[in-house]
C-alpha cells in the first residue's frame, strides 16, 4: 500500500478545565489514503469533531493537542519529541502556525461544517464570498475568481448561477447553502476534506442529493473525505473505511462492508441495532442502554464496559488497545474489545457482569466542547 | 445591488457586493414610517444641509436678499479672512434686537451681537462647526473603538484584560474633566476647536470599544468565523470581512444619538473657554460670549441655544428611530 495522505498516530487532545482534564480523543490512529472516504462515526461527545479539527491544529484554549503524531503528505502537521531536559516539546520539522495557515488550511485540507445556516456570512453575497475565498487562496484576478466562483456553483448544482452569485445566504435554502460550502471547500482543489456532520441539518431528501453530489464530484476530482457522522446510514452509503469512535477512543476500524456484515465490536453491533435497516424487519428497536459517561472521568477497562450487552468481569479491569482481528481485501479489520482472541486476556473464563441500573445523571454529551 | 451609500469596506476592497445585513432600503423605510424618526431626519438633513451649504458658498448675502453686511460676512467667517470688506468703524450698530422686535430691522432678521456682527449669519455658519464637530468626533470614537473592542473581543484572554481594564479606566473619571485635560494636553495651552474634536473623539472610544466588544463576543462564536480560521483567513482579514460587518448595527445607532451628544459636550466647551475661539462662529462660543448680556439681550442666548436644542433633537429622534428599524423584535 502506497503512503497514506493522512496518518494519524495515538492522537491525543484534551481540554483542561476548572472541573478536571477532559480526554475528548485519547489516543486515536488512523489513516487516510488517496481519493478515499473514510467515515468518523460515533455518538454526540465521542470526540469526532475534536479528532477533526485537531487536524487542521484548531484547538482552542482550554484544549490542547497533547500528544500524538500527524502526518500530512510526509509533513508533520503536529508531532512531539523528548527535549533536551526530558519533557516533551515539539518537533522542529513541525509546520509552523503560518504555513498551517498559508498552506494547509483550506488549500491542502478544507472543512465542511455541520450548519450550512451559521457558515455562511449574512452580510456579505454568497457569490462574493467565494470569490473572495477563491481570490485569497489562488491569487487570481478578481474577474477570474468571479468566472471561477460561478463555475463552481454552476458544478454544485446551483441552478442559475449567475443570478444566484449575486444572492445573500438567507435567500438560500439549506440544502442549497451546503452546496455553496461544498463549492467553498472544493474551490481551492484540495486533497482532503473534512466533512463535519455535512448533512445532520439537512432533510433527508436533500442529504440524500447531497450525498449524490459528493460521490459524483469525489469521482470527478479524487479528493480523500474525512466524513464525520452519527448517522450510520450516511456511512453505509458513502464511506470506503469507517472508524467507529466511543468515549475518544476509536472502538472499531473495517472497510464498510465488514463493518456492517462481520462487525466485531458490541458498541458497533449496538449502534446498527439500535437503527432501522432496511434489510431487517424488527419488532422494535434496541437502543444502547444508558449515555456515554462523561470524557472527564471514564469508566475503568473497558470504556464501554457499563452500557455493553456482553461485558464480563474482565472488561472492567483490562482496556483494550484496537488490535487486528481480521483482514479484508488489504485492509485490517481492528477491533477494541477483549472477547476477542488476539487479546487473551481470558474473556472466556471471566463471569458475566449483572446488568447494573443505568445511572443517568450528570450532563450527557459533556465532552463535545467545540 | 448594494446601494451607494452601503460601502462599508474603506480601503479599496471588493465593495459593490458590500451591503449591511439589514438592508438600507428597508431600514430607510422603517425609519421614514415612524413619525418622530422622520421629523429627526428631516432635521437632520437640513442641517446637513445647510452646513454643507455654507461649505460651499462663502456668502451668504443671496439667502438674506443681500441685507447682509460684508462686515458681518467677515467677521462671521474668520476661515475666509476677508479683511477688505470690514467697513470703517461708525457704520455697523451693535445689539439690533431681532426683525420683529419694534426696533428690529428686516438687514438683521436675528438681529446683531455686540459687535455688531449679523446673528443669522453666524447662526448659520455655527451649524457648519456643530455639524463637523458632533460628525468628525463621533467618527474618531467610532473607528477607534469599534477597532479596540473588536481586538478585544476576538482575541479574548490577556489581550482582553489589558484593554478592558485601560477602558475601565477612562470610564472611571469624569468625561468632562477628562476632555478638558486631553484637550488642554493635546493643544499645549492654546485652545482650538481642533483639539476639542480630537479629545472628545478619544474620550469616547471606551464607550464604542465596549459595546462593540460585547457584540464581538456573540459573532466570534459562529460557524462562519471558524470556517473563515479553517480555510486559512488572516485573523485580520476576519475581524475586518466578518467579525465587524456582522458586529455594527447597534454601533450604527449609538453613533447617531453619539453625535447629538457631542456636540452638546463642544458647545459645553466652547463656554468653557477649551472649544471654538472667538471669532469662530460656533454656538457654544456664542452662548459663552452672550452670557454676559443676558439682561440687555436675551436673544444673544435664545437663538443659539434653540439651534443647539434643534439639531440635537433631530439627531436623537433620528437615531431612536435607527434603533427601532435594526432591532429584530420590532420587525415583523
Keep these: 500500500m502506497a503512503e497514506p495522505l493522512l496518518r494519524v498516530e495515538n492522537l491525543k487532545t484534551q481540554f483542561f478545565t476548572d472541573a478536571g482534564t477532559v480526554r475528548a480523543v485519547d489516543g486515536i490512529s488512523f489513516e487516510v489514503h488517496e481519493g478515499e472516504i473514510v467515515g468518523l462515526v460515533g455518538e454526540s461527545g465521542a470526540g469526532k469533531s475534536v479528532a477533526s479539527m485537531s487536524l487542521l491544529r484548531l ?40 504555513e498551517m495557515r498559508t498552506r494547509i488550511r483550506g488549500n491542502e485540507i478544507a472543512v465542511i461544517f455541520q450548519d450550512p445556516m451559521e457558515s455562511l456570512n449574512p452580510v456579505f453575497t454568497v457569490g462574493g464570498q467565494l470569490r473572495e475565498f477563491i481570490e485569497l487562496n ?54 482532503l476534506i473534512i466533512a463535519d456532520e455535512p448533512t445532520t441539518a439537512l432533510d433527508v431528501t436533500v442529504e440524500g442529493q447531497i450525498i449524490e453530489l459528493v460521490d459524483d464530484l469525489q469521482e470527478k476530482y479524487g479528493t480523500s473525505f474525512i466524513w464525520v457522522t452519527h448517522d450510520m446510514g450516511v456511512v453505509a452509503e458513502i464511506c470506503d473505511r469507517v472508524n467507529v469512535m466511543y468515549l475518544g477512543e476509536i472502538v472499531e476500524q473495517a472497510p464498510v462492508d465488514d463493518l456492517f456484515h462481520a462487525t466485531k465490536h458490541p458498541y458497533t453491533n449496538a449502534l446498527l441495532n439500535s437503527m432501522p435497516r432496511p434489510d431487517r424487519t424488527v419488532e422494535e428497536l434496541d437502543p444502547i442502554e444508558g449515555v456515554m459517561p462523561e470524557a472527564i472521568s471514564p469508566p475503568s477497562g473497558c470504556r ?33 474489545c477483549v472477547k476477542h482472541d488476539v487479546f487473551d486476556a481470558g474473556y472466556d473464563e471471566s463471569v458475566p457482569l449483572e446488568a447494573e441500573p443505568q445511572v443517568t445523571a ?9 | 445591488m448594494a446601494i451607494g451609500e452601503s460601502q462599508l469596506d474603506g480601503d479599496g476592497g471588493p465593495s459593490e457586493d458590500v451591503e449591511a445585513q439589514f438592508g438600507w432600503r428597508y431600514t430607510f423605510g422603517k425609519v421614514m414610517q415612524d413619525t418622530t424618526a422622520r421629523w429627526g431626519l428631516y432635521v437632520v438633513a437640513f442641517v446637513l444641509f445647510v452646513s454643507a451649504y455654507t461649505m460651499v458658498d462663502s456668502n451668504l448675502s443671496r439667502l438674506t436678499f443681500g441685507a447682509v453686511s460684508d462686515f458681518a460676512m467677515a467677521e462671521a ?63 474618531i470614537g467610532f473607528v477607534g473603538g469599534t477597532i479596540v473592542g473588536a481586538v478585544s473581543g476576538f482575541y479574548g484572554g490577556r489581550v482582553d484584560d489589558v484593554l478592558m481594564r485601560l477602558v475601565e479606566t477612562v470610564y472611571a473619571i469624569p468625561p468632562l474633566i ?13 485652545p482650538d476647536i481642533t483639539y476639542a474634536i480630537i479629545g472628545v473623539g478619544i474620550t469616547f472610544i471606551p464607550v464604542f470599544a465596549r459595546i462593540i466588544r460585547s457584540e464581538v463576543l456573540s459573532v466570534r462564536e459562529m460557524d462562519y468565523i471558524e470556517a473563515a480560521k479553517a480555510s486559512g483567513v488572516k485573523n485580520r482579514n476576519i475581524i475586518r470581512r466578518h467579525v465587524i460587518p456582522n458586529s455594527f448595527a447597534p454601533v450604527l445607532v449609538y453613533a447617531t444619538l453619539q453625535i447629538g451628544v457631542t456636540i452638546l459636550i463642544v458647545a459645553g466647551l466652547s463656554f468653557l473657554g477649551f472649544g471654538a475661539q472667538p471669532p469662530t462662529p460656533d454656538w457654544g462660543q456664542m452662548l459663552n460670549v452672550s452670557h454676559g448680556y443676558m439682561h440687555s439681550n436675551v436673544w444673544l442666548s435664545i437663538w443659539p441655544g434653540m439651534a443647539i436644542l434643534v439639531t440635537i433633537m433631530g439627531f436623537n429622534l433620528f437615531g431612536d428611530g435607527l434603533q427601532d428599524a435594526l432591532d429584530p423584535r420590532t420587525n415583523d
Design chain 1, 138 to 191: 489562488r491569487d487570481l484576478a478578481k474577474r477570474e475568481a468571479k468566472r471561477e466562483a460561478i463555475r463552481m456553483l454552476r458544478e454544485v448544482g446551483i441552478p442559475d448561477p449567475e443570478q444566484r452569485y449575486e444572492e445573500y445566504p438567507h435567500q438560500f435554502s439549506g440544502g442549497m447553502r451546503q452546496r455553496v460550502l461544498i463549492a467553498m471547500a472544493l474551490a481551492c482543489e484540495p486533497s
Design chain 2, 77 to 139: 467667517l474668520p476661515i475666509f479672512d476677508h479683511p477688505e470688506r470690514i467697513p470703517p468703524p461708525g457704520e455697523i450698530e451693535g445689539n439690533v434686537p431681532p426683525a420683529f422686535h419694534v426696533d428690529g430691522t428686516l438687514s438683521h432678521p436675528l438681529g446683531t451681537d455686540p459687535d455688531g456682527r449679523d446673528y443669522f449669519t453666524r447662526i448659520v455658519y455655527g451649524a457648519q462647526v456643530s455639524v463637523s464637530v458632533g460628525i468628525v468626533s463621533t467618527l
Design chain 1, 304 to 336: 464501554f464496559h457499563p452500557r455493553c450487552p456482553d461485558a464480563r468481569e474482565v472488561c472492567q479491569r483490562v482496556h483494550p488497545e484496537a488490535k487486528v482481528v481480521d483482514q479484508a481485501d488489504g485492509h485490517s479489520h481492528r477491533a477494541a
Design chain 1, 362 to 370: 450528570g450532563t450527557p454529551g459533556g465532552g463535545e466542547d467545540r
Design chain 1, 59 to 98: 484547538i482552542e484554549s482550554p484544549g490542547e493537542i497533547v500528544g500524538g503524531e500527524i502526518t500530512y503528505k510526509g509533513e508533520t502537521i503536529f508531532g512531539l519529541e523528548e527535549g533536551p531536559d526530558g519533557d516533551l516539546q515539539r518537533r522542529d520539522d513541525m509546520l509552523s502556525n503560518e
Design chain 2, 178 to 190: 477628562l476632555i478638558i485635560v486631553f484637550t488642554v494636553f493635546i493643544s499645549g495651552g492654546t
